[in-house]
């Protein structure tokens, strides 16, 4: 069978190299990857191996975002990892380089690397270039937030189609510390991504090269015996967790570090959910990255990228030395870190933009088993106002256009969760009319679905028990009093919720009563540990 898809003699008796690509057509983050992918193929020959090609499916975010077709998105993350899993198991091959694109096949790749524990490589297909509009820089936030002010009355009809025709001018993943750029930045600090090859924008023409780099590199690994489990460790998921936090980076981060622990066998108490606000309290933010900065992720490449990121932290003893897939520590790649001259866009920890990260975790009342707490793009630990309470994405979205969200609401949607939604949408519709609409700095939202990289203002997602598992959420009524207190890792309301939920409660009929939805609501377990569909790990 080998000989005849063109394998001979030679080809056969050298290490099979899996190259696990995630190309579609459909969208400009991995429409590029096809072409990364003969590059890469050059490396492994170059390096003695022999690439195995295989292709898994996508569902991209900024696509499917506000729409039913969101609900697929958490779930392909799954599917990513399955696939890549069988296909390796399937054909007894050696090891892997992953070409991976958006914001699901990035953290899938880590996964099906820490299941697998081969030698592994995970190459990011790099971010999008901003577009430019009247000599600004764009990006698909930016889009968003259109939707809302023309829903506002603020902009009109055609100055929202504008701004949709420039933001995205071409290949590469979305530019801000959205959740893409904030899992490669993990990535290469956890050790499975090269240092500085992710950092390189889609389009730009070293890009061949890196990938070129990445087939010689997984060859290297898999002589040298370099498997993943090696960098999944919890030291090197906390330096990880750093580096996210002090580039107040997307939440998904929690959700899929998580995620990625529990595949390579990593229980709660070696690496969980509570780490991410240990880390948050101290790093401060050091880069100034949109959604809630200045600059977008070229920029960030050009001022020194990830190794400049991670000598700062190391000069701030915020983490610790770990090995990487190249062989190198971190440290030692940290130590050569080239900053631009006169760069503003990462700085010090001693000057830093913020003094603590981005996240916070939170209990209480309304989360008895957890929920993050996004504090990019402003400075209150607390807040504090009556409930509105939506039961869809969809209805709460409605209300905010037609001017229904006033000043001080706390937004609670519900039935959004893992298991509810199914697939835990995003909510960047709705966070980004909010911000279109001039609400962004006044109101709260609260949600067991979780949000998008670009979202920013005070939001609150991840809420485990979700409403569709009778958490508490599922009692809340309209006018509830919500407390939301960072600094006391607190979220309470002042309802008798228990004596609600003794009334009895019976959850929605599944929206999907087969099919891969159903399969997904049925096996996924909490966001809390990483919403993932096995449960490998033993407690370490």
Not at 201 to 207: E, H, I, M, S, Y
Not at 288 to 301: F, H, I, N, S, V
Not at 397 to 419: C, L, M, N, T
Request: hydrophobic residues 45%; aromatic residues 6%; charged residues 20%.
């Amino acid at each position: 069978m080998l000989r005849a898809a063109g394998y001979d003699d030679a080809a056969m008796a050298k290490p099979m190299i899996a190259i696990v690509n995630t190309w579609t057509s459909v969208t400009p983050c991995n429409m590029h990857l096809n072409r990364l992918a003969d590059y890469a193929r050059e490396g492994i020959i170059a390096a003695g191996g022999t690439p195995v090609d295989f292709n898994t499916i996508v569902v991209t975010d900024g696509i499917a975002m506000g729409t039913e077709g969101m609900r697929a998105s958490l779930m392909s993350r799954e599917c990513v990892a399955d696939s890549a899993e069988l296909a390796v198991r399937g054909h007894c091959l050696d090891a892997v380089l992953f070409l991976a694109g958006c914001d699901k096949t990035i953290p899938a790749a880590a996964m099906a690397a820490a299941r697998l524990d081969l030698p592994s490589v995970v190459l990011y297909g790099g971010s999008i270039m901003p577009g430019k509009l009247h000599g600004k820089a764009v990006t698909i936030q930016d889009v968003f937030e259109a939707v809302g002010a023309c829903a506002a009355g603020k902009i009109s009809e055609d100055e929202l189609g504008e701004v949709e025709r420039q933001a995205c001018p071409g290949a590469g993943a979305c530019g801000g510390q959205f959740t893409a750029n904030t899992m490669a930045l993990a990535l290469t600090v956890l050790g499975l991504s090269p240092m500085g090859l992710n950092d390189i924008p889609a389009t730009d023409p070293r890009k061949p090269d890196a990938a070129r780099r990445a087939g010689e590199l997984v060859v290297e690994a898999f002589r040298e015996g370099r498997n993943a489990r090696q960098f999944v460790t919890p030291q090197s998921l906390k330096n990880a967790a750093a580096a996210v936090s002090a580039t107040a980076g997307s939440t998904n981060a929690v959700l899929h570090l998580v995620a990625v622990a529990r595949e390579a066998g990593l229980g709660p108490d070696a690496f969980g959910i509570d780490d991410f606000d240990a880390i948050s309290r101290q790093t401060p933010v050091i880069a100034d990255l949109k959604p809630g900065g200045r600059y977008m992720a070229p920029d960030m490449a050009r001022a020194g990228g990830t190794a400049l990121l991670a000598r700062r932290l190391m000069e701030a003893g915020k983490i610790t030395d770990a090995p990487t897939i190249t062989g190198d520590s971190l440290f030692g790649l940290a130590a050569h870190a080239q900053e631009a001259e006169g760069q503003d866009v990462i700085l010090t920890a001693d000057k830093p933009l913020k003094a603590r990260g981005g996240f916070g975790i939170l209990y209480g009342d309304l989360a008895p088993k957890g929920c993050v707490a996004k504090l990019a793009g402003h400075d209150r630990l607390a807040f504090e106002g009556p409930a509105r309470v939506f039961d869809s994405e969809d209805a709460c979205f409605a209300a905010v256009q037609s001017g229904r969200i006033a000043k001080g609401d706390v937004v609670v949607i519900r039935y959004e969760g893992p298991a509810g939604g199914p697939g835990m949408r995003e909510m960047l519709a709705v966070t980004a009319a909010l911000q279109g609409a001039g609400l962004g700095d006044d109101v709260a939202l609260i949600t067991d679905g979780r949000f998008s990289g670009a979202t920013y203002g005070f939001m609150v997602g991840h809420v485990a028990p979700e409403a569709a598992h009778g958490g508490p959420i599922a009692f809340l009524r309209d006018g509830d009093r919500i407390r939301i207190d960072v600094e006391a890792q607190r979220i309470d309301v002042d309802a008798d919720l228990e004596a609600r939920a003794a009334e009895g409660f019976t959850p929605p009929a599944p929206r999907y009563p087969s099919g891969a939805y159903a399969k997904y609501a049925a096996l996924v377990s909490s966001a809390s540990d990483g919403a993932v569909t096995s449960f490998p790990f033993a407690s370490a």
